[in-house]
């Protein structure tokens, strides 16, 4: 893990996972108290991430309310007043499979979601897909949510490389270093959902990008890292 990768349990990054989760909520990403949010981040010398916490409404949520996951070896161990996510699974696996994450964001944003029950890939029509780290968004095995089956499938789905995948008739991951850039990444799978949608349902035809043109502009993310992946 890397040092920017390195945040503490303290009230500022508690207050920033409010103010997404809000967001998320105010954008219509997640209806009622569905979806979820973590940071990676430690406490004292434990190492874990913050998670907001099973059925609270967002705009009741206080800083308080979210739970600190231990990441012991051969367990997880819960810091707070409240119940972690029921997901808190997913956050789990991605975090122990995954160093160069540091936070996850969960939907169930409308678009994104729709296409999930499809239970396909979304391919490179788009330049934009490449903000997933890869060249197509895959759709993880449908498991029971809550469930470790499903997380295994998501961390599957992600593979090695890539920081966003659906999750069969349930929702979609975003990842990134930082809260930023995971909610920034799950806002555009959306709104790449919503274009394919359109191109699906049209009867124009689409051509994929070239995997060869694909791998350039994966490339050139890297070293343009903050092209479209800032939240405005
Ligand atoms: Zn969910």
Redesign the pocket.
């Known amino acids: 893990m890397t040092e920017e990768l390195k945040n503490s349990d303290n009230q500022w990054l508690r207050k920033q996972i409010v103010e997404i989760s809000r967001r998320l909520s105010a954008e219509g990403f997640n209806i009622n108290s569905?979806?979820n949010v973590s940071v990676r981040a430690q406490r004292g010398q434990k190492e874990g991430f913050l998670v907001t916490p099973s059925g609270v409404d967002y705009e009741t949520m206080r800083p308080s309310d979210l739970v600190f996951v231990e990441l012991k070896k051969d367990a997880a161990v819960f810091w707070g007043k409240l119940k972690p996510s029921s997901?808190w699974q997913l956050h789990e696996h991605i975090y122990r499979k995954r160093p160069d994450v540091g936070s996850v964001v969960?939907t169930?944003s409308c678009y994104a979601t729709a296409l999930s029950c499809m239970e396909e890939a979304i391919p490179p029509f788009h330049y934009m897909i490449a903000l997933s780290n890869a060249a197509k968004i895959n759709c993880a095995k449908y498991a029971t949510?809550g469930s470790v089956e499903l997380a295994q499938h998501a961390v599957d789905a992600l593979g090695e490389q890539s920081l966003a995948c659906l999750l069969s008739h349930?929702?979609v991951i975003a990842c990134g270093k930082d809260l930023q850039k995971a909610f920034a990444l799950a806002r555009e799978v959306e709104n790449l959902s919503h274009m394919w949608l359109l191109i699906r349902n049209s009867s124009g035809s689409c051509e994929m990008i070239k995997s060869t043109e694909m791998d350039k502009i994966l490339e050139k993310f890297k070293h343009y890292g903050q092209t479209g992946t800032n939240v405005k």
């Open positions: 569905s979806g997901e969960h169930h949510f349930h929702g």
